[in-house]
């Protein structure tokens, strides 16, 4: 069954510090991989996605992620984390090449980002 | 930069009562999708929907949920007769052919069922 994992609920990260995210998907067919950051009342915003090409994708604000095939994951990281950042983060999987698919989301890990 | 628009941000309704979620998608974007969060759970896949049909649907929308683009701006998602168990935050989203494109995600509904 395709299925998304984020095994890290909550994560706090002193500000100006590294971060990683884990994602790990499983998935029948290459996927295209995304991430989601939701802040408080927000919806959720595109952070970077993969479709193909280079394993290491930059997005928005500072975050990049990197697609490892072998191991099936998919994680988020920033080189300094600042206070803004704390939010709820989503890793979510599609079908490749299929548009209209619907998105498989992850439970989500919610960052907190201490002074 | 063009975002997705929901309303109400929050609506309260009671059991079995029908209730319609507004959604505004980008403005030339062409798949429009539904999905819901209950609290403290995934974000869950409703239905999406191409040239004026459902293109794929889940489990979770059966024939209490219905979609329409009654125009060319709005794209909606009605409830027909309310469970408590519907209560949730519902997101409308949107994207360009292609799901290389990712979806873009309008800030929600809350929809509290009493």
């Known amino acids: 069954a395709q299925s998304v994992t984020q095994p890290d609920i909550h994560i706090t990260v002193s500000e100006g510090a590294s971060l990683e995210l884990r994602c790990n998907y499983s998935?029948?067919?290459?996927?295209?991989l995304f991430w989601y950051v939701q802040s408080p009342g927000q919806g959720l915003q595109l952070l970077l996605k993969?479709?193909?090409?280079?394993?290491l994708v930059q997005g928005i604000k500072g975050f990049e992620a990197e697609f490892k095939r072998s191991q099936s994951s998919f994680n988020l990281r920033k080189p300094s984390v600042h206070w803004s950042d704390a939010a709820e983060y989503f890793c979510a999987v599609g079908a490749h090449n299929q548009a209209g698919t619907a998105l498989i989301f992850g439970k989500g890990t919610t960052l907190s980002v201490s002074s | 930069e063009p975002e997705v628009t929901q309303t109400p941000s929050h609506q309260v309704t009671q059991m079995g009562q029908e209730v319609i979620l507004r959604c505004v998608p980008i403005s030339n974007h062409l798949y429009f999708y539904w999905y819901r969060q209950i609290l403290g759970q995934k974000v869950e896949f409703l239905v999406s929907f191409y040239n004026n049909e459902i293109s794929e649907k889940s489990e979770i929308f059966d024939d209490q949920f219905s979609v329409e683009r009654p125009d060319g701006s709005n794209f909606t998602l009605k409830i027909r007769s309310t469970k408590l168990e519907d209560s949730a935050m519902y997101f409308c989203?949107?994207?360009?052919?292609?799901?290389?494109?990712?979806?873009?995600f309008g800030p929600g509904t809350r929809l509290l069922v009493l």
């Open positions: 993969y479709f193909s090409g280079d394993t």
């Open positions: 989203a949107s994207s360009f052919p292609g799901a290389k494109w990712g979806q873009y």
């Open positions: 998935y029948g067919a290459t996927p295209y």
